[in-house]
């Protein structure tokens, strides 16, 4: 199976990532190829399988809902590329 | 006594419990030799010498203060894959999209080894992200082999391996999601351990595939890596996937015995293309513990070729999810336009990242998305599900698996970088313990006719790590290939 560029797109668009012309034939062909590779699970009969999304055997822990310390907001701040009266500042997210 | 710098972990211990020698002493000497071998082998992203010092007084107070019970491992220096959170030093993760983060805590399973009195050196280098076997993907450039710097260390942690290997540190972490701990120890000639998923905590790893990532150790022998994983393993609440389960004691007998150890030797693993010396290499190894008193048992792990694809749509799918943070709005670098929230996204993911961390995103987006779900990623976690089946089917006949760390030696720089599949197939035999959730512990076997190591690696059931350090620790009691150092001062003219 061969990617085309449109699905390329298609896949940056959804993964966030602006790419080059370069970059998109460039990974259209290796995505192929590694598509290609990964076809051979087909051969395992797989219907009466259960998917294994984690080794561990155990169920998810759920911790006490009390109230705790969190970080400080300056210190959590620091690493922000913009910042405006102690929040992250972002462009227009509705309308423009 | 030779120099500080060719100590191991406990012999270093020793000369300051004893008062040979100073922390001070010990950290300059480290440092030193950093400052002698770095330009060589650029195994570090960030160094913290200024801090370093400033721990080894306060460490060298401490030891005068308290010299009946001080912290176990107080002024003994250490080293950081920079993908791990330390407060106070970038954490680059070997990306450009995180050059500028300053992490304001540091992960648990470093703590618990700064609580016991470790002295961090510095940031060692990673392929980006940890995505990749040979550091040739990280940002700041490559680290090289110190049996070769035409050679690469191997990946992820190839900075932590190669600074452990040319004794610019005694140990120092590292983390394994699909080989990255054992990997580079096969390429270096160190002595790793991928701990069972669960075992240490992943609080303050920087996520690359949340299902398969451990935080480990590197060093130069099985005693060292015991005694480093000691105080790094146990429980963390704020780890969901941390098990709450005692840590035993890892203290290792004087003269562990082989006898009736079952080792089994999959076939699987000793295939047509392997190199002939890694093969030899690690049978000897096998034959040398059965003259210590283990049974070689012939064993099958049926699905272990479907484990390439498995974990290359896995651990794709889950770097996607995690990636997705890196968006130019709370740390790192920001690019696009001012008034286009979908420019900043898309412009600050394509410049920031990688080619190889761009690809994996790409494929694991793709593996999510509608339509191919269930043909990609829903199926490779189906036969994980076989891929575990057979190790538990192997560990009702056998106490541990021996088998090869990787099919080759340490390859040449460039070889794989133009072909991401060649590259992929480096890590063919330590994905499927990554699948598995399994711990492995590796270490060196032999050296190739060019003079470079060879890894075997030593697999057992889940929370074995105890077993496999006895096991690894019998070995290395009567052989000697951990003691072999690189002359990485001789002028390399491969080089």
Redesign the interface.
């Known amino acids: 199976m061969r990617?085309s560029i449109e699905e390329?797109e298609h896949?940056?668009a959804?993964?966030?990532?602006?790419?080059t012309d370069a970059?998109k034939r460039q990974?259209a062909d290796?995505?192929s190829?590694?598509?290609d590779?990964?076809a051979?699970?087909?051969e395992?009969d797989?219907d009466l399988?259960?998917?294994?999304?984690?080794?561990?055997e155990?169920t998810?822990?759920l911790?006490e809902d009390q109230a705790r310390q969190g970080?400080d907001r300056t210190?959590?701040l620091?690493?922000?590329?913009?910042k405006l009266e102690d929040q992250?500042k972002?462009?227009?997210?509705l309308g423009? | 006594m030779g120099e500080l710098t060719d100590l191991t972990l406990h012999e270093a211990r020793n000369g300051l419990l004893s008062g040979a020698f100073s922390s001070r002493e010990l950290v300059e000497a480290h440092l030193q030799r950093i400052d002698l071998l770095e330009p060589r082998l650029h195994a570090f992203i960030t160094l913290a010498p200024e801090r370093a010092l400033k721990n080894a007084d306060e460490a060298d107070r401490i030891l005068r203060e308290n010299n009946t019970d001080p912290p176990p491992l107080i002024g003994l220096p250490i080293a950081v894959k920079d993908v791990l959170c330390l407060e106070g030093l970038p954490c680059t993760s070997g990306s450009k999209i995180l050059e500028s983060f300053i992490p304001p805590f540091t992960a648990t399973a470093v703590q618990r080894i700064l609580d016991a009195g470790a002295i961090p050196l510095g940031k060692t280098n990673t392929d980006e992200f940890a995505m990749g076997s040979s550091t040739e993907n990280s940002a700041y450039g490559p680290t090289h082999n110190p049996w070769d710097l035409a050679h690469v260390p191997g990946g992820s942690s190839g900075g932590s391996a190669a600074a452990v290997a040319a004794r610019m540190v005694p140990v120092a972490f590292g983390t394994d999601t699909g080989g990255s701990i054992r990997q580079p120890c096969a390429y270096c000639g160190t002595t790793g351990i991928k701990p069972t998923y669960g075992r240490t905590s992943r609080y303050g790893l920087v996520a690359y595939g949340s299902s398969l990532d451990t935080v480990g150790a590197i060093t130069r022998n099985v005693a060292d890596v015991a005694l480093l994983f000691q105080y790094m393993a146990g429980f963390d609440p704020l780890d969901a996937t941390s098990i709450a389960r005692p840590v035993p004691e890892y203290a290792l007998l004087k003269s562990p015995s082989l006898d009736g150890l079952r080792i089994g030797v999959p076939g699987e693993y000793f295939i047509e293309g392997i190199q002939p010396e890694v093969e030899s290499a690690v049978l000897g190894a096998i034959a040398q513990m059965e003259t210590q008193g283990a049974v070689a048992v012939p064993i099958s792990l049926p699905h272990t070729h479907f484990a390439l694809p498995v974990y290359y749509l896995i651990a794709p799918a889950e770097a996607s999810a995690n990636l997705a943070r890196y968006d130019g709005v709370r740390f790192g670098p920001r690019l696009g336009s001012e008034d286009d929230l979908w420019e900043m996204f898309t412009q600050t993911r394509g410049n920031k990242f990688g080619a190889e961390v761009k690809r994996r995103i790409m494929l694991g987006t793709y593996a999510l998305s509608a339509g191919y779900y269930d043909a990609y990623y829903n199926k490779a976690q189906k036969v994980r599900t076989l891929i575990k089946a057979d190790f538990d089917q192997a560990f009702e006949q056998v106490d541990v698996i021996a088998a090869p760390v990787a099919p080759t030696t340490a390859f040449k720089f460039g070889q794989h970088t133009d072909d991401p599949l060649a590259m992929y197939l480096e890590d063919v035999f330590t994905l499927p313990a990554n699948l598995a959730g399994v711990p492995g512990l590796a270490f060196p076997v032999g050296y190739d006719k060019k003079g470079l190591p060879v890894g075997m690696q030593l697999m057992g059931p889940n929370f074995s790590e105890a077993r496999l350090f006895q096991v690894g620790h019998a070995y290395q009691l009567e052989t000697q290939w951990h003691q072999q150092w690189p002359m990485v001062e001789k002028p390399n003219v491969d080089f």
């Open positions: 990617l390329v896949i940056a959804l993964a966030r990532l602006a790419l970059e990974y290796q995505l190829d590694i598509l590779y990964a051979r699970l087909k395992l797989t399988i259960p998917p294994t999304a984690s080794v561990l155990m998810l822990r911790r970080l210190v959590l620091k690493n922000a590329p913009e992250f972002v462009p227009p997210v423009g």
